[in-house]
């Protein structure tokens, strides 16, 4: 059982929250991503739980144990750091072996879990080659290697793909996913892009200015985000606002449309949910808008609308963005149950 | 292949001309004086005005015939090492806490503080220290001044004193090449071993110490060939104790008016102290990896 969970943790900067009252449980063997824009808190919130960071109140658990007095060295932790920080002064192997010396493993012992480690990110044969000597993706392996020789109780990962480019960074996101499902180790990492976010993790926070605004599964988070921040953050979102009349919601221009179970006034529609026709569709939640740009894309193309002075998006399938006029008065529409209730901030 | 040739030689001749300003300078400013001192250690006699002069090899005969100057030579090399280590000892913590512990303007200030030494003229500093360790001086008074009983604190003319003075004067090159060294150390690479499970002695001996060797040595090579050859130190605040290998060199200059002699005993520190360093060069290498 080796579950994270912290408790009301606040830490803050002279007068700027880093971190305000922040609670949340790190589900055992589960990948957990910690997603926000810059200075929202995440590494802070990374940093308090490996030690680093001394949080100003509140208190953090691994494995049920409060931890927040005792010394990184001795939290029994791994964490990747953003450029590594692998030792230039010794070999691959030396590195993986780093934290096993430091714990009196018996050097026959070690050796062997060395090899396994660097087998399992499949660097079996590199382990005399220095530092300087690997890729980036290889440093990657090797920094991950590191900090699960150990056999840690909770992996911790600062933007570990952010030094490496794009098509790198999504094979070493499917090569983090397989390492974390093969040692079942329970993993925190932070990133700012929501992509990797939404990829990797079984579960996400998203943070801002220090608080936690939203925690669920990826899909769930993504599908109904709940406020306005969380669906802008979380890929592209149509913010509409209205108000309340006769249980339904009137937007700008008079249009009415189906009102959100939770009696929200605000809705947000994914700009794939948002369906864009010469001729007025047969469902009730359409709008007249104006075609200002047509993005042809491959397979998908984007349009950029304008609506009572809001600028909207909307992604569609060839076939359906192949009829579109270049630009001009067109309609949009959206089915009802694809509408989520938005809390304003 | 005559293309390259050809090429090969215009960067040759540029390389030559870009370098000429440099090896002018070596040439002058080295060179010459050392070639100076090479020819004044093999001859009889100063050659200037119409003393007589001939070829010889008296003057390195001298060394081996009296085992004084050997002698002599050994007590300096371990001031040397003895004010080395002090330097090394006191420097490399503050290296450690001005490249990472503090941040910002304070730093600036102990980085003036650190050089001020570097500024002040160093028979200034010299006498100043006299005035501080000598019996009835400043230390004694400071001492005095908290003890409960009467001591009497005289450190001048002692060892002490000669180690004291020379370690304040070498101090700011370990601290600023450790300085150096230690500040292209990634504050990360000391979290992760942290992050490791290791505790801050194995992080210092496994982590920083190899990381910064390379620094360390120099700084400590800066100290210990010009503390070798030291001899105002040992002059001033030796007094009667403070005969070494620096000031017999400069006693021939400056006392005896024996040039020659004073060449030679300087061309033998020479070699041992480039002995001393080829000798130590594989030690400390492999310290670094």
């Known amino acids: ?345 | 292949m005559a293309e390259a040739g050809h090429l090969a030689r215009t960067d040759r001749l540029r390389a030559a001309g870009l370098l000429a300003p440099a090896y002018l300078w070596l040439t002058v400013a080295v060179f010459l004086p050392l070639s100076a001192m090479a020819f004044f250690s093999i001859i009889t006699d100063v050659p200037f005005g119409d003393t007589e002069w001939r070829v010889t090899a008296e003057n390195y005969a001298a060394f081996l015939e009296s085992p004084t100057y050997a002698r002599l030579l050994w007590k300096s090399v371990l001031l040397g090492v003895k004010v080395t280590a002090l330097c090394v000892l006191i420097g490399f913590p503050c290296a450690w806490v001005l490249a990472k512990m503090i941040r910002g303007r304070s730093r600036e200030a102990l980085f003036l503080l650190v050089i001020l030494p570097f500024w002040s003229n160093s028979l200034v500093r010299i006498f100043s220290w006299a005035i501080v360790l000598r019996g009835n001086g400043v230390l004694d008074k400071a001492v005095n001044a908290v003890w409960p009983w009467n001591v009497e604190v005289n450190l001048l003319f002692s060892e002490w004193a000669i180690v004291i003075g020379l370690v304040h004067s070498y101090l700011p090159y370990v601290i600023l090449t450790a300085y150096l060294a230690l500040q292209a150390i990634d504050d990360s690479l000391i979290e992760a071993a942290r992050s490791l499970g290791a505790k801050w002695w194995t992080i210092l001996w496994r982590v920083v110490l190899p990381l910064s060797s390379s620094g360390l040595i120099a700084g400590a090579v800066l100290v210990f060939v010009p503390v070798v050859g030291s001899f105002m130190e040992p002059r001033i605040l030796g007094g009667r104790m403070g005969t070494y290998y620096g000031t017999v060199i400069e006693d021939q200059f400056v006392a005896v008016f024996n040039w020659p002699l004073g060449a030679a005993l300087s061309f033998i520190l020479l070699a041992v102290v480039l002995a001393i360093l080829a000798v130590s060069a594989p030690v400390l290498r492999k310290a670094r990896t």
Not at chain 1, 143 to 149: F, G
Not at chain 1, 176 to 188: A, W, Y
Request: with cysteine; net charge negative; hydrophobic share 40%.
């Open chain 1, 1 to 345: 059982m080796s579950e994270v969970r912290v408790e009301n943790l606040s830490k803050s900067y002279g007068s700027a929250c880093a971190l305000d009252a922040v609670s949340l449980r790190f589900p055992d063997g589960g990948f957990f991503g910690l997603l926000g824009p810059s200075g929202s808190g995440k590494t802070t919130l990374l940093r308090a739980i490996a030690g680093f960071v001394e949080p100003d109140a509140g208190q953090v658990l691994i494995c049920d144990r409060p931890v927040v007095d005792v010394p990184v060295e001795a939290r029994e932790i791994g964490m990747v750091f953003q450029n590594y920080a692998l030792f230039p002064n010794m070999s691959v192997s030396e590195n993986v072996a780093f934290g096993l010396r430091v714990r009196r493993v018996p050097t026959v012992e070690a050796k062997a879990r060395v090899a396994e480690v660097l087998e399992l990110v499949q660097l079996g044969p590199l382990g005399d080659r220095r530092p300087h000597e690997l890729s980036g993706g290889q440093r990657q392996r090797v920094a991950m290697a590191r900090a699960i020789v150990t056999r840690p109780s909770v992996l911790l990962l600062d933007e570990p793909l952010s030094a490496l480019d794009k098509a790198l960074r999504v094979d070493m996101q499917i090569e983090l996913k397989r390492i974390q499902r093969e040692v079942g180790i329970t993993t925190i990492f932070v990133t700012h892009d929501q992509e990797e976010a939404l990829t990797l993790s079984d579960r996400i926070g998203i943070l801002k200015g220090g608080r936690l605004i939203r925690e669920g599964r990826p899909e769930e988070v993504y599908s109904d985000p709940g406020d306005v921040f969380t669906a802008r953050f979380l890929g592209e979102a149509n913010v509409l606002e209205g108000r309340a009349v006769d249980g339904a919601l009137e937007l700008a221009g008079g249009t009415r449309v189906a009102r959100p179970a939770d009696g929200a006034t605000m809705i947000a529609v994914r700009p794939e949910h948002l369906s864009v026709s010469r001729d007025r569709p047969e469902i009730a939640s359409a709008l007249r808008a104006d075609l200002r740009q047509r993005i042809f894309a491959g397979a998908m193309g984007t349009c950029v609308l304008h609506w009572e002075g809001q600028q909207l998006k909307a992604v569609a399938r060839h076939e359906e963005f192949a009829d579109l006029p270049e630009s001009g008065p067109v309609w949009i529409s959206w089915c009802d149950r694809h509408a989520r209730g938005l809390r304003a901030e």
